[in-house]
Every structure is written in C-alpha cells, then in structure tokens.
C-alpha cells in the first residue's frame, strides 16, 4: 500500500500532464515530472554530500552538482585555481547554487570552494559606506525655500538581504536617504532647522534603519552639512538681527545711563555735605588733565569757589562787591 502523501503527489505530477492528441497521459513527460519530485514521491529527505545543503535542489539539480564535482576532480590540478576563490576580511560572499543560496549566513573570508558551472557568488563589502546626498530644495513648514544637503553613513551587516531582498542596495539606500531628509525637513520650520540639526538628523537616521533593516543595512550616523537660504532672506535676517542688537545696545546704554545718574546723586550728596571735598575734587580733575602733556588749561570754576578763595563777592549786576571784614 503507498501512504496517502506519497498517492497524492503521484496523482497530481501525472494529472498536470494530459496530452491533447488522447486521454491518456504522455509517458515521457510523466517520467520527468516524477524524477523532478523524488522527495514527494518516495517521502525521504535528501541526502548530503560534502556537508552542502540541498534543500529544494531536486534529483536533476544533483545530477548536475555531481557532473560539476566530478568534471573538478577530472581537472584537479587546473580546476583547483578555477574553484578556489579567495574572500578578503573585510568581505563576504553570497552563493547560489542553481540559483539557489546555499546557507542562511554567506561565506569568508578566507578560502571557499566554488564549483564550475554551478555555482555563482556575489561578494559583498561590509565596510562602511559614506552617502552624499546633494542638496535638495525643500520647502519648510512657514513657506521658507531652503536648500539642504547632507551626509549617511551606513554599512551592511546581512550579505544575504542585501542581495537576496533588493536589486542595489546601494542606490536603493541612496534614493530613501534623499526622500526621507526631504520629508523630514519638511514638517520643520527654518528656525528649527537652523537649531536643532541635531535633533533633525537623529530623528532621520531612526526613520532610516527602521526602513533598510530588510536589506541588511544599519545606518550609523546622518548629519546635516549645509543649510542654504535665499539671498533676500538673508538680507533680511541680517537686518533684523542688526535692528536686534541695536535696540539692546539702547537698553543697555539707557540702563547705563541711569546707573551713573543714581551714582551722580549720591556723590552730590557727599559733596553738599563738605565744601572742602568739592575743592579737591576740582584739583584732582586739575592734575588728571596736566598729565596729558596740555600747555593750555580751561577749568571752570563756580562763583561760590571764587568768593571762598579771594574774599570776593558779585551782586546780581555781576558787579564786585568787596566782602566786609
């Protein structure tokens, strides 16, 4: 008796193979489709050789493998420098095998045995890789035209996905970069941006590896190099920030200003209250004029000053009156 899987699987090779020309089916392509099926016919895994991996090769996949292994013994002095490859550290190779990758994990560095005819390897860089993305003109949140540019860096830590799940990693990589900065920059407004790039390019190099992690790729760093204005909006910031500090330099002059006035009056106060330290506040400011090499003096003095030095006095039609003993 055969087993029911075994009874299904011979049913459906011969029903898919029905000739036109009659009812019964064709004999040489029946053949074929059960030796292309042998795991589903006789229900036993396949075997290995040479600790390869086999699975969904199928018998004429083993036929060939065996005719290429056998052509590379046939040749073994020449085929040896033909299958030999060599897979530098910093490399990876990704093997297919009929178009089949061979393990879940690609091969090296090192030596690795590449049959003719049969297998086909990919190497793969895993060096970090620097993307310059070209500055692109986006438009902010508050209507501003901005030009940016920036750089990723990136590499690739899954060979496989790198190959397997993408055509090139590399421009694919490229082109979301260029996207998602775009995307990015433009939910923010000019102010933001000019302040928080750091902030802005965490924030891209999340969005980043959480898009590449199919395709192998861990991003390690996005920074944003140059952000481009406008001439006329530059003119125009620049004038207002000159308007800014010129209104703060006011403030602060007229604070200055009032500072020295409060001290003024507070030195007038001491000074009302002795005659004397007026006297030599004047000679002081005297002497700290002579020091400047001056052979000209006008120094002011108040009529009260002349009164107390020579006994003289004026009335109020500026007339001397001599001071009585």
Known sequence: ?????????????????YCTRG???????????????????????????????????GVCGW????????????????????????????????????????????KGPGLILVLPCVDVFVKVDLRTVTCNIPPQEILTRDSVTTQVDGVVYYRIYSAVSAVANVNDVHQATFLLAQTTL???????????ILAGREEIA???????????????????????????IPVQLQRSMAAEAEATREARARVLAAEGEMNASKSLKSASM???????????????????????????????LPMNVLEGIGGISYDNNHKKVPNKA
């Open 63 to 106: 036929i060939l493998f065996s005719l290429s292994f056998l052509l590379m013994v046939i040749t073994f002095p020449v085929s040896v420098w033909m299958c030999l490859k060599i897979i530098k550290e910093y490399e990876r190779a990704v093997v297919f095998r009929l178009g089949r990758i061979q393990a879940q994990k690609a």
């Open 270 to 300: 001491v000074l009302a209250e002795s005659p004397i330290a007026l006297q030599l506040r004047y000679l002081q400011t005297l002497t700290t004029v002579a020091t400047e090499k001056n052979s000209t003096i006008v120094f002011p």
């Open 23 to 57: 009812e019964r089916p064709c004999v040489c392509v029946c053949v074929c489709v059960c030796f292309l099926r042998p795991a589903a016919l006789t229900g036993l895994p396949p075997s290995h050789f040479l600790g390869i991996k086999s699975k969904g090769l």
């Open 202 to 228: 965490h924030s891209i190099q999340t969005l980043l590896d959480d898009a590449t992690e199919l395709w192998g790729i861990r991003v390690a760093r996005v920074e944003i190099k140059d952000v481009r």
């Open 182 to 192: 775009r995307n990015v920059l433009g939910t923010q407004t000019l102010s933001q």
């Open 1 to 17: 008796m055969e087993p029911d899987n075994i009874k299904q699987a011979r049913e459906k090779s011969f029903g898919q193979v």
